[in-house]
């Protein structure tokens, strides 16, 4: 019979089994049989050991490739990002992706799945395009729906600000995103709800554009709680206005915080308010010498150059004893004398930074090297920040050269130069070691030096997800939603404020926040050493300066300097001395420039200032021949050298 048409009983073998008989059963089994032979259990048991191995590898493979990939930030390369849209097999990614080219193409369309916080971001963004488009049913659909399925998220602030019937519920659940705060700066009072957006502005808010005329009417109000008063006294003198503040209290005790800023307002008023300034932060002092307010009530009152000893001997005894300001003043009073016994207690302090200066300075104007020497080196190497630091290291180095240590000199220098990132005093180190390189003011091409993204480090996490994903506004909401604003910042999160406010068009706030944590802190490390440099140096108005470059012949990274010392880009501010725009250009100036009368609303334009100002600054460099040497840029040797004094902050 042909073997293969048999269908008799037959054995099943394994060649190599080696399982004992009691376990493998019997060994002939017929295909009719119940029990499992044991060749296809060994087969079974293989299959699933190597489904088992290769679905971990899958899931080990898979994490590895996620780790080893790149991250997607505002740097990666748009094909990188569409191809990561497109063909990623990770949702999440493909969704990072699509938020990063949000702004330029209609990928977010479907994205908002799942419960992940950034899918209320792509929500949030769907119906502000819906609201952009003229569509606002679609785009009260997709609030509600915000609403609905993420009621704690941040950008949920925006949905309820939408409907005025959630106002309430957006103050208390949100009181310092800016949506409450334009929601409590629109209120106006009722009988009902008083002054309530005045005071939630006072305590959450009070930057914020219109609440000094909200808080300046509230405080007339009769029915105000004695905590509404001060609330509303501190934020008046937080805006400068102190006089308001004072006003507002209606001869209330003030509270240590609130006495601290309605003072220092006072003490920078005209007339009798800085008398009332002193007295009420010397009152500080003696009520509450204990507390933080009168440590900085004491920096206040010793600030001048020459303070007032009256005031110096009505710190009380125990508060003067800590101090370093109270110590600096008594050695300004005294000639000078104990100065680097002051400087060496308190190392760390910013009083003593500023006492080092002043005396090193007088001795260097009146040509006293080694005194000049000494007190330059009082502290010791680091304690200094950056550019308190590289200003030392210039004038000891010049120190040391008069006295006749050429080398020691040179040392110095080098050590700014090799240490310290380009500045003044680098430059002029640089120029006394006979390195520096010609300005090149006059050279159109040269392209700016905008900046390279890098993470934003905030202490929340959310804030550094939204930064990565160049969402800059929803970062900033995200930030002011996490934090009290009467809460103090660490020297890092004051960092991370300084950089949001410039990714959101607010350099006139960022560019002071960072230029006054640049001479107070010391960074720890090199690299947030490198990020505040840099990030005291953005690009704005790139357009207009570029153009303005090449038509005059002005080199442009000259031109953002201007504008970033003059004006911190902002084309609103106006001099006391009646300079307007980003460039600070006198009326008459601008007007002669562009040989027709123009008014002032006119200059204001960023893009006309700019031109007029690249202009003016071209005609001077043709005059000095393209260079700007320290003896040449005097501005008292030219005609018009007053009006430049005038523009100058």
């Known amino acids: 019979m042909n073997r293969r048409l048999q269908t008799g009983p037959r054995t099943l073998r394994i060649p190599g089994d080696r399982w004992p008989a009691a376990l493998n059963g019997p060994q002939n089994v017929t295909s009719s049989g119940s029990s499992v032979p044991a060749g296809p259990r060994h087969l079974v048991l293989l299959l699933l050991t190597t489904a088992g191995l290769s679905l971990a590898a899958t899931v080990v493979g898979q994490r590895l490739l996620k780790d080893h990939r790149p991250t997607l930030t505002p740097g990666t390369a748009p094909l990188q990002l569409w191809r990561t849209y497109r063909w990623s097999i990770d949702p999440l990614r493909r969704r990072e992706a699509a938020l990063l080219m949000g702004t330029t193409s209609p990928t977010l369309a479907g994205q908002g799945w799942g419960d992940a916080p950034l899918a209320a971001v792509v929500l949030a963004m769907a119906a502000e395009k819906e609201q952009q488009r003229g569509d606002q049913a679609a785009a009260d659909v997709l609030w509600k729906q915000l609403l609905s399925r993420f009621p704690a998220a941040t950008v ?94 209606q001869g209330q005790a003030a509270e240590a915080e609130t006495a601290l800023a309605v003072g220092r307002a006072l003490l920078r008023g005209a007339a009798e308010q800085p008398t009332q300034g002193e007295q009420m932060l010397l009152e500080l002092t003696r009520r509450q010498p204990e507390t933080t307010a009168s440590d900085e009530a004491v920096r206040l009152l010793m ?128 120029t006394r070691l006979g390195v520096a390189k010609p300005l090149q003011l006059d050279q159109p091409s040269k392209d700016l030096p905008v900046p390279d993204w890098t993470p934003l480090n905030s202490r929340f996490a959310e804030v550094n997800t939204l930064w990565r994903l160049g969402l800059s506004q929803q970062a900033w909401d995200a930030w002011l939603s996490q934090r009290d604003p009467r809460d103090p910042l660490p020297p890092e999160e004051q960092l991370v404020e300084g950089r949001l406010r410039l990714s959101v068009d607010d350099p006139w706030h960022g560019l002071d926040q960072l230029w006054r944590l640049n001479v107070r802190w010391v960074p720890p490390s090199c690299e947030q050493l490198q990020l505040l440099h840099r990030s005291q140096s953005p690009v704005f108005y790139e357009a207009a300066i570029q153009s303005a470059s090449a038509k005059y012949g002005v080199n442009p990274a000259l031109l953002l300097a201007i504008a970033k010392q003059e004006s911190r880009f902002s084309p609103g501010v106006r001099s006391i001395a009646g300079a307007v725009g980003v460039m600070q250009l006198m009326p008459a100036t601008g007007s002669s420039i562009a040989g027709e009368p123009l008014a002032e609303l006119e200059l204001m334009q960023p893009s006309t200032n700019i031109s007029l100002g690249a202009a003016y600054i071209s005609s001077l460099l043709k005059l000095w021949g393209g260079r700007c040497l320290p003896q040449r840029c005097q501005l008292q040797r030219w005609p018009w050298h007053r009006e430049l004094m005038a523009t100058t902050k």
């Open 156 to 249: 949920s602030a925006r949905a309820r600000q939408r409907q005025p019937g959630l106002h309430e519920e957006l103050l208390e659940q949100d009181p310092s995103h800016p949506a409450a705060l334009a929601t409590a700066a629109a209120m106006e009072p009722t009988p009902e709800r008083g002054h309530q957006g005045a005071l939630h502005l006072a305590r959450w808010g009070w930057r914020w554009p219109g609440a000094m005329e909200r808080m300046q009417s509230a405080c007339t109000a009769e029915e105000l709680t004695p905590t509404e008063r001060q609330n509303l006294a501190r934020a008046l003198a937080m805006l400068g206005d102190g006089s308001s503040a004072l006003d507002c209290l």
């Open 303 to 430: 600030e001048p150059l020459l303070p007032d000893p009256a005031l110096v001997e009505a710190i009380p005894p125990s508060l003067a004893e800590r101090s370093a300001a109270v110590a600096a003043a008594r050695v300004r009073l005294n000639g000078g004398i104990g100065t680097i016994d002051v400087i060496q207690r308190w190392p760390d302090d910013r009083d003593s930074w500023q006492l080092q200066w002043d005396e090193a300075r007088a001795a260097l104007l009146n040509e006293l090297w080694e005194r000049a020497r000494d007190l330059l080196t009082a502290l010791p190497n680091g304690v200094l920040p950056p550019p308190l630091e590289a200003r030392r290291l210039f004038w000891l180095g010049l120190s040391e050269e008069r006295i006749g240590d050429a080398t020691a000199a040179r040392s110095h220098w080098y050590q700014l130069v090799n240490n310290h990132p380009p500045g003044y005093y680098r430059w002029r180190a640089e």
